[in-house]
């Protein structure tokens, strides 16, 4: 037994890593490691960078392919992706976002990791409607891109 | 519910008007005093190739294909709505590009509604149930009663078909501890229903019971809602439903506990908390391990049974396979029961996903519309193969394990019958 079959939370280890270089180039990673029947996230790519064997597979990205358009985040029902861009010492995570309200651009939100704990703060640099999926790009520390994969928008005060 | 003095009414299903009383009735309803009217007297009647029974996923494809082979359809439903399940869906659905995967449960609802709804062979009878099977050996026919509603009153229609498709998909499972009975403990369509079509909340503090799919993704849609999920409890040693689903509720910081079971509820007359227990590699509660958990809301999400009565009273062959979560009618590979002429398709025939009800559907449609003798056996053969096909591999991951044994625990018996 895989431990995140029991706890839900992936590690790091269950990935696929990106090298440095493909990190500054940007790069889509697809957290969806189980054979599950599934595939709009193969035919979302522009590229054809994810490629699957056959439907149940886990989808794999081909890093070099990837543009890091953020098509496929927008697009995968598992809300599964997040692509990933270093720049120096600040990274940009572009990941699905379903909830209200949805924050605005240059907002200061806090950066949540796999287990729901806050690691830091980010500030939103883009959000895209794509369908009813909202997809926001926020900047953070270089060092949490592989580990913040939410953000909760402050409540404001009236 | 007794509702304007009328037992047995489904209240979560009739529409509220002004000046409605609404009454509890306690187990069996004593008839009112002053009879009300029903236009039952002379039943409506009507003749058609395919009768199909529910319009969910299954359904409305059923009814697609079997108008595009030329068969005059009759689909009927109990809601106001077309979409069984899937009105309430507001995520994203899985499966490939033909079942609509990436779209939500809604949407592709209201594309099936729209499809059905612009086909002249399709005739639709909502708010209507198809409450029982008359034998009539003048006939060639299946004779069918359906209570149509309007308002709280009702009217029988007598509808007679060729053939007939159960579509009716299935009803959520109960468990059994102290304080089930009590107000606040629902099962998790119920809180979707409330939810999504609805727009009520069903609580502020949320247990959920249940880690597959349905109490994953429930969970989540309650946290869309604005309403706390305290924890998810599963009995099971590791999560039943999608880890991607999981994943999206742990980073919103909701633990899921496996393991664990609910054991009772405290409240007197509704939820106050619920007591929550560890359990050992047998599945025995250990005690000592019980912690209470304040909640105003128990969430079950404990499974599905295959609604089958309106088949059993029809006679057709049935065994109870635990795969296929219960008591299912066995059918060949083009969905057909024992009693030639009545197909099955969709959850009623094994609990599985709205994508392979829906190939199930196109398959029991074109087939029912085979027999009936409406359309060219060779070019609907082929597109019988096709389906097949996709159904295939859409079972072929682990995922698909338990629909793929049911299906064969079907095929088994099925040849053991012929
Ligand atoms: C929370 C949740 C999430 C899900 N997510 C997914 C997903 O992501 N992807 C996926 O593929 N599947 C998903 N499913 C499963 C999917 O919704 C069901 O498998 C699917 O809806 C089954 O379709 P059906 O047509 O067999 O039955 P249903 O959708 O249940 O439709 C049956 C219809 O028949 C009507 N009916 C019943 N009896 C009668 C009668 N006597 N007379 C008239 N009408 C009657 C019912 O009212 C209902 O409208 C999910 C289910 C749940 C609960
Ligand atoms: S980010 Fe764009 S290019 Fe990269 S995998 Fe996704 S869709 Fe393809
Ligand atoms: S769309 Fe998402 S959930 Fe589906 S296979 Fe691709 S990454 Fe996995």
Redesign the pocket.
Known sequence: MKPYERTGVLSVNDLKIPSEKQLEKGVAITECVQEIPCNPCVDSCPVDAISMNDINAPPVVDYNKCIACGQCVGVCPGLAIFVVKKQNEKGLLTLPYEFLPVPKKDEVVETIDRDGEQIGEGVIKRVKKQGKTIVVTVELDAKDLMNARHIKVREKDE | MRVNNIPNVRTCIAPLTEDVTVETQDTFASWPKETHNTSATKADACTVDVLI???????LEAAVQAAKQNAKVLL????QQLG???IK?T?K???SKQENAGTR?VTIAKELEETVQDHTGIELLLE????GFYEDTSSDYFTFAVSKRKGYESSIVKVQAKTVIF????MENMLLFPGNDLPGVYG??AV?TLMNVYGVKPGNHVLMVGAG??GL??SYQLLQAGILVDRVVEAAPIIGGYHVHAAKLRRCGVPIYTRHSIKEIIGSDHVEAAVVVRLDENWQEIPGSEKTIECDTVCLAVGLTP?TR?LSQMGVKMYTIAEAGGFVAIHDDYMQTSVPGVFV????SGI????T?MIE?KIAGVAAAIQTGKTSTKQAKELLDIFASELASLRAGPFGEKPRIAKQKIQTFWRKNQ
Do not use: K
Request: glycine share 24%; net charge negative.
């Open positions: 029974v529910g319009g969910g996923p299954a359904g009927v439903d109990e809601n069984g399940q899937l869906q995520h659905f899985f499966g449960g209507s149930t198809v409450i579509a009716v998909g299935a998790a369509g979707q799919n349905v993704i429930v609604s309106l398709a969709g959850d009623n599985e996903e709205a994508s009800a559907g």
